[in-house]
């Protein structure tokens, strides 16, 4: 299923809203494509004020990004599960959330971020903080090169058009033993000539350890001055996971900042 060409943007007047509506009008301008701001509303006697903020925040938009978006407001009573509503219908090609990370009491309320992310093969962009730049030009991707890679090598095919001046990190576990290492090489080479073929410019990280666990992905995101994470996303983790420590979740609230890409393995894109 073909998306439409149209980035999305949660919107809630919040600080860090205005955070999230950066990155999304720089990433719909890398992608030529037409933003889209949202807004939830709880009441509908606040749609006519929403409405008139949100005709301003356009024109904020054209001074400060040179870029004129579109803006939808839909009622509901939960936001996160309406914005995952509208975002099925319009199946856009990115949706940009905030997310003021997740510690004590917030590591409960904050688990809403992720769980919109769940069995939906539309990717998110989970963002903590303004964009350091307008460009992304520094892009991490961990991959398994023990297992097969296909899919892998068509989603690092697919995000590089949207970023054609940035250079992809990929960063994979070492092998432990001989056999492990020569299937490690071979893919590598395999991928190299098939970024090549493409002009997209790739570099290979591999550590010393057994996976990709979330720490090692974010210190070499934070080594490589990574302007962006791609990490795959489960299709329906259970609660004691969200609550205990998925791997998503760590990267979504790394310490670093750095925006986080999450997509859906198995979305019918590649």
Not at 30 to 41: E, F, R, S, T
């Amino acid at each position: 299923m073909e998306s439409n060409n149209l980035v999305i943007v949660p919107f809630d007047f919040t600080p860090m809203a205005y955070n999230a509506l950066a990155h999304g009008a720089y990433c719909a301008k890398a992608m030529d494509m037409k933003l889209l701001i949202l807004n939830v509303a709880i009441k509908d006697r606040d749609i006519p004020i929403i409405k008139e903020k949100m005709l301003f925040l356009v024109d904020e938009c054209g001074e400060d990004y040179q870029i004129t978006p579109d803006f939808l407001i839909q009622k509901g009573v939960r936001p996160y599960a309406t914005i995952k509503t509208i975002a099925e219908e319009l199946n856009p090609e990115l949706v940009v959330l905030k997310h003021s990370g997740v510690g004590g009491i917030k590591r409960y309320t904050g688990i809403r971020t992720i769980k919109i992310l769940s069995g939906t093969t539309i990717p998110f962009v989970v963002i903590q903080d303004a964009p350091q730049q307008a460009t992304v030009q520094n892009i991490i991707f961990p991959v398994n090169f023990i297992k097969k890679h296909d899919t892998k090598l068509k989603q690092v095919v697919y995000y590089s058009r949207f970023f054609p001046d940035a250079v992809m990190s990929i960063i994979t576990p070492s092998g432990k033993d001989t056999e492990k290492e020569k299937t490690i090489a071979f893919n590598i080479k395999m991928m190299t000539k098939a970024m090549e073929e493409e002009d997209i410019k790739i570099r290979f990280i591999t550590h010393d350890k057994k996976k990709n666990t979330a720490e090692d992905i974010i210190h070499a995101a934070k080594k490589a001055n990574a302007d962006l994470i791609i990490t795959p996303t489960e299709d329906v983790p259970t609660v004691n996971k969200f609550l205990f420590g998925l791997r998503e979740e760590k990267l979504i609230s790394n310490t670093e900042k750095i925006p986080v890409l999450c997509i859906n393995s198995t979305s019918p894109r590649w």
